[in-house]
Structure formats: structure tokens, C-alpha cells
């Protein structure tokens, strides 16, 4: 089964093409550079940008793989959750391609996309508990197969990526900062005792981060000699930052890392049914968080299932991954549809697909 996917719900507009659950190519053009001008992502600046590449990136793909539009079973774009005119660009041109070509049609939940990414690599073991860990989310989630998921968790206010992005700007960090913090982190010796481990006293497993980048203010107006260090740090460079400036790295990454434990813990806890883990979103690609996981899993003799640093940031190779998943449960969606913004609920409104029902 050939699917099609496309990725539009923030700043990249990717196209990807997978066969049987196997990726045959992708393109992408990131918009990163644009938004980094600005400090955050500008949504009217970022549809627009969509808009401008998804056709040739469509044409460039279609061209390097010789696809007709008429080869497709499958057409599919992230339907949300995400930046509303983003999302609507990709979702229109795939619904324009599946009329065109015959192809089903399928609106993937980004979210699901991320946890279920890893499958391109690996065997999922379902069930599993997904830790999504992105720029715009931290959800817990109890993956049963790919279009059952139950949401356990999720931030209540800044999400994991979004900590790290504000900690960056406040330390004068390019955006997205969550790299180059790990980067740094990496160099530096974490102190415990510098920040927080925000959210723990609670029964619930949602998370909150907001307190955090706080406390990373407070801290660097108690020692205005660290800026000093953070005028001569080159963000291309890493090894040019100060000792201080590491340490307050590793201890932020440290902080972050351990309340993602302590609550991801809690919930394999509270399903002792499960015991694997799949961990993705952006932030999956933060070197301490890869070993805690590890180490966690370790422990409890269950698998980590890690995809590789490509898949954890956004791309469309996950969308037609998980579209090829959904459509082998006999599952599309009529091209009525629409893009969900973040925020809603993404209903569960699939139909009986006519792949499913011609076999
Ligand atoms: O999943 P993603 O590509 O986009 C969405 O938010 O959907 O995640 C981007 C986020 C950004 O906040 C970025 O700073 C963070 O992932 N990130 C990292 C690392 N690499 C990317 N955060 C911590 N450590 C990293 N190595
Ligand atoms: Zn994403």
C-alpha cells in the first residue's frame, strides 16, 4: 500500500512517501531561520511558507520516486492539533489530490503521528505507554494500537519543548533553544539543588514547567556575572560557553528530566499491564532524557522504544506511517473533515475506508 503523507501543522511543510510501512523518500523545507528572526513562530508568516513550498516539494518528490498521483491508495496530511492556517494548507492539498487521483483519504492526528514514528524503524509493542514530549505538548498517553489512545496526562501550562525555548531566550539562546541547552548540558555538571522539580505533589499525571523557566530568571539576576559569560558564548560553538553557564544548563535539562521520569514511572506504575515505552516529540531527542528513559527501563526489565533523533522532530515520513497504519485497520475519513487548532479535541470520526472494503 502506497500512502502519501504530508506535514504542515507548524514550521516545516514535509512530504513523505511510505510503502508498506517502509519509507521510500521524503522532502522538507524547514522555516526555522524565518521564525528565528522573531524569537517564536509567527502563524500568518508560517501558512504562508507553507503555502509557497508544498506544491513543489510535492513535484520534487514525485519527480526523484517517477509517482503518478494515480499510484496512491493513500493521501494524507496532519489534521491537527496545530496552527489553524498551517494545518488548513496541508489538509486542503491533500484533499485535492485524493479527489484527483482516487486516493483515500486520511486527516492523521500529528500527535499519534509522533508516538507512533518509531514503527518505521521497529516493532511497536502495543500496548505501550507514549510519553509525547514536544515544543507544543507533554502528554502521557496509554497506546493501545494506532487508533486507539487514551490521554493520561499532559501540561498545564508550558509544555517540555516550550520550557526549553524560553529558557533559551531568556539566557539570549537562537530559537529553538531545546538543542543547543542539551548541547551545553552535555558540558556541564547539573547541581540538584539550583531548581525545582515542579508538579510532583499531586496525584494527577499532568505536568507544569511554567514555574521553571522562572526560576532560571531568578537565578540569573542573583548572578549578573553570568552574563558576562553569556556575551562571549557562540551559539555555533559550544565549547565557548562558561563552566557557569554549562552547569546552569545541565541543571535546568536536569530538573526538566527527572519530573518526565518521576511522573512517566508513575503511570507504568498505575498500568502494570504495560511495560513499554515509547518516547517521542522533539524533546525525545534530549540526550539526558534518552538515558534517563533508559535507565528507568532498565530497571523495570521493559522496553524503551526511542526513535531515531530524524524521526522525533517533525516530519512527514510519521504522517504516512501512521496513515498506512490507520488504513490497514480499514480506517479513512470522508474529505469533510476538518483541521483541528490546538486546543480541541480531535474527534474520533473515521470511517470503514474503501481499501479495507475492496480487498
Ligand atoms: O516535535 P517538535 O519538532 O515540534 C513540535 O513542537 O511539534 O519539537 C520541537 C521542540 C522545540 O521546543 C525544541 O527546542 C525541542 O523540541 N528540542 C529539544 C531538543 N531538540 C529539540 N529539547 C531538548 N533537547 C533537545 N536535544
Ligand atoms: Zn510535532
Redesign the pocket.
Known amino acids: 500500500m502506497l500512502c502519501l503523507g504530508i506535514e504542515s501543522?507548524?514550521d516545516e511543510t514535509a512530504v513523505a512517501l511510505v510503502e508498506d510501512g517502509r519509507l521510500v523518500d521524503q522532502v522538507l523545507a524547514s522555516q526555522i531561520d524565518i521564525h528565528a528572526l522573531f524569537g517564536g513562530i509567527v502563524p500568518e508568516l508560517a501558512s504562508r511558507e507553507h503555502y509557497r513550498h508544498l506544491g513543489a516539494l510535492y513535484d520534487t518528490l514525485a519527480a526523484r520516486q517517477g509517482l503518478n498521483a494515480g499510484d496512491l491508495d493513500v493521501v494524507a496530511a496532519a489534521r491537527g492539533p496545530g496552527l489553524l492556517g498551517c494545518l488548513l494548507v496541508g489538509m486542503s492539498f491533500a484533499k485535492a489530490l485524493s479527489l484527483a487521483s482516487g486516493a483515500s483519504f486520511l486527516g492523521v492526528n500529528?500527535?499519534h503521528a509522533?508516538l507512533l514514528a518509531a514503527g518505521l524503524e521497529q516493532d511497536l509493542p502495543f500496548p505501550m505507554l507514549g510519553l509525547l514530549v514536544?515544543?507544543?505538548h507533554t502528554n502521557l498517553y496509554l497506546v493501545e494500537s494506532p487508533s486507539r489512545m487514551r490521554q493520561l496526562g499532559r501540561t498545564i501550562d508550558d509544555a517540555a519543548g516550550e520550557a526549553f525555548d524560553k529558557v533559551a531566550k531568556i539566557l539570549g539562546l537562537p530559537y529553538p533553544g531545546g538543542r543547543l541547552i542539551d548541547e551545553l548540558g552535555v558540558l556541564g555538571r547539573a547541581d540538584p539543588r539550583l531548581f525545582p522539580r515542579p508538579y510532583l505533589n499531586n496525584p494527577t499525571l499532568d505536568f507544569s514547567f511554567s514555574g521553571l523557566k522562572t526560576a532560571v530568571a531568578t537565578w540569573l539576576d542573583q548572578h549578573p556575572e553570568l552574563r558576562e559569560d553569556l556575551k562571549l558564548l557562540k551559539a555555533a560553538e559550544p565549547q565557548s560557553a562558561s563552566g557557569a553557564i554549562c552547569g546552569l544548563c545541565a541543571s535546568f535539562t536536569s530538573a526538566v528530566v527527572d519530573v518526565l521520569r518521576i511522573k512517566t514511572e508513575r503511570a507504568l506504575e498505575a498500568y502494570p499491564q504495560v511495560n513499554s515505552l515509547v518516547v517521542a516529540?522533539?524533546v525525545a531527542a534530549n540526550s539526558a532524557l534518552r538515558k534517563s528513559l533508559a535507565d528507568l527501563m532498565k530497571q523495570r526489565k521493559g522496553r524503551l522504544v526511542l526513535p531515531s533523533l530524524s524521526l522525533c522532530?517533525?516530519n512527514a515520513a510519521m504522517i504516512a506511517h501512521a496513515a498506512w497504519l490507520l488504513a490497514g485497520e480499514g480506517l479513512s475519513h470522508p474529505l469533510s473533515i476538518e483541521a483541528v487548532p490546538r486546543g480541541r479535541v480531535i474527534p474520533d470520526d473515521f470511517i470503514l475506508s474503501r481499501i479495507q472494503s475492496t480487498i
Open positions: 501543522s507548524c500529528h500527535l509522533h514536544s515544543g507544543g516529540g522533539g522532530t517533525d
